[in-house]
Structures are given as structure tokens and as C-alpha cells.
């Protein structure tokens, strides 16, 4: 890291000049289903990379049981992604506990019901479903707001969900099953890309935690939301390109991204 703080590198001073773009590098999971990532390589002749710039690791039993607490104490569980449901069950299994085949448990979409389907007979009195946000599930939290629910999440929180349940009185306890930490991108040292998609705080942590001299130069940086915008321009990075986040994560900076090279790869 510099010697500087985060909080006093100042706001760099630029003056956007709409250089082509030719590579894009996207600091997530290559997509295996349809993406409209795609559709951008192949009309504006584009190289696009993905690699992810976070990696999640297991909570290990012995950390786990550093909370006090027994998995099979509440008959509610949340879970805002399938590796919490993975580490869930794995804890239990390592910590002998027996979840009650009577438990609740409350999936943030419906791909995490889904894959719920691994661990437990999938029944719909025990498997509630929403659609993206918490707020989708206001409705079955209300009606068993009499029991503990458990919110599974990283080491990092799940801050949105957290503080929905708080603002409305349930009785909850959170727990980080898995830690979010840096990937090691030591092999990207002498690759260059026009563009770098952040798509969190943590994934311009890691690219500081992986070069810590990082120079932006020439390349464009495009985020999702206030909080990695934040996060890009408190390390002293100026961003050229912002994602709504209204709108689904990859549909949105997907169109950020193609108003951004309509401007900077049309004929000058």
C-alpha cells in the first residue's frame, strides 16, 4: 500500500477523452448462461476477459464455534447465496449438529431455492422465495416474526438484509460461514486493458492489495453503484463509467459500457 490513507488521496483531476476500446477486463465469473456481455464483444469487435478478483474461503469449524451459538437453534434460516448454503450444512455436519427437518429457511432468489434442493426435501411450506431484494420477503418474515431467524453471510455482513431485519423488530442472529478475501491476480502484472468492471468495494481492494502501485494511466475504470464508486475514487482512481443500480448488475453495465464505446470507438 501507498503511505497516503485511503481517505486523503485526493479526487484525481481528468478530463475524459474517449480513447477506443479494444479489451475490457470484468472482475467476475465468466457467465456460463447467455450474457449480454457477449452481444457487446461480438458487434463492437472486442476482447473481454473475466476473472474474479475475490475469492470466497470456508469458515473453519473452530472459528465457527468461537460464536457460541448452535445452528440448530433457530427455526429460520436466511440464505442470500448457494455458498452459504453449502457452509451451512458443512458446519453442521462438523460440529455434529442435527437441523430439525421443521426448519424454516428463506432464499433471497430463486436459484438459491434451487440449489437448496441438494441438502433437504424441497417443500414449499419450508422453502420461502423472493425475487432479488429483502423486501421481496417482507410478507413471510412478518407472518413468522414470533421466531429467531439465523442470517448466514461472509465475514464482510450482509448490510441490506441486516438492517431490513433490524428497522422491523425481528429477532435475528448473524453469522459469517465463509470470508471474503483478495484473489491472487500476480499473473496479470505485464496485461494491459482499456477497461477494468468493478462490480464491489472489495474488488478495487484487491486490485491495490495486488498492485499497490496500480497507476490508472489510459485505462477506464467503470463500477457499479455509489459504493464502488466510492471506493474507486477514495484510491485515487477516476471513474469514466457507472452502472445504475436499479436495474440487474450485468444488463446495466452492460449498457453503461456500450454508451460509453459508442462515444469513444465512433469515427472521431
Known amino acids: 500500500m501507498t503511505s497516503k490513507s485511503k481517505a486523503s488521496v485526493e479526487k484525481p483531476k481528468y478530463v475524459e477523452k474517449y480513447m477506443p476500446v479494444k479489451s475490457i477486463l470484468i472482475s467476475q ?47 429460520c434460516v436466511i440464505f442470500s447465496s448457494r455458498g452459504a448454503i453449502d457452509n451451512f450444512f458443512r458446519l453442521a455436519a462438523e460440529t455434529r449438529v442435527k437441523i430439525s427437518p421443521n426448519t424454516l429457511y428463506f432464499c433471497m432468489t ?8 441438494k441438502f433437504i426435501l424441497y417443500r414449499k411450506r419450508k422453502v420461502f422465495v423472493g ?20 442470517l448466514l453471510s461472509s465475514n464482510l455482513g450482509s448490510t441490506e438484509i441486516a438492517g431490513y431485519l433490524k428497522r422491523t423488530g425481528i429477532d435475528y442472529t448473524q453469522v459469517a460461514v465463509q470470508n471474503t478475501v483478495s484473489a491472487d491476480l500476480s499473473d496479470l502484472s505485464d496485461v494491459f486493458y482499456d477497461i477494468l468492471i468493478f462490480f464491489s468495494p472489495q474488488g478495487i481492494e484487491s486490485l491495490f492489495d495486488n498492485f499497490p502501485d496500480f497507476k490508472q494511466n489510459n485505462t477506464r475504470i467503470a ?18 463509467i457507472k452502472a445504475d443500480t436499479h436495474a440487474s448488475g450485468g444488463a446495466s453495465m452492460a449498457l453503461a459500457l456500450e454508451n460509453y464505446i459508442m462515444k469513444a470507438n465512433s469515427p472521431k
Do not use: C, M
Open 110 to 117: 430463486e436459484a438459491i431455492a434451487n440449489y437448496l434442493q
Open 29 to 75: 465469473q465468466k457467465p456460463e448462461e447467455k450474457s449480454p456481455y457477449y452481444e457487446l464483444e461480438q458487434k463492437w469487435g472486442l476482447k473481454i476477459d473475466w476473472r474474479p478478483f475475490i475469492q470466497v474461503e470456508p469458515v473453519s469449524e473452530k472459528e465457527f464455534r468461537k460464536n457460541r451459538i448452535s445452528l440448530s437453534d433457530f427455526p
Open 223 to 240: 463500477v457499479f453503484g455509489n459504493v464502488t464508486e466510492k471506493a474507486a475514487e477514495d484510491r485515487g482512481l477516476f471513474v469514466n
Open 131 to 150: 425475487t432479488r431484494v429483502v423486501e421481496d420477503l417482507a410478507s413471510y418474515f412478518t407472518k413468522h416474526k414470533d421466531k429467531k431467524f439465523l
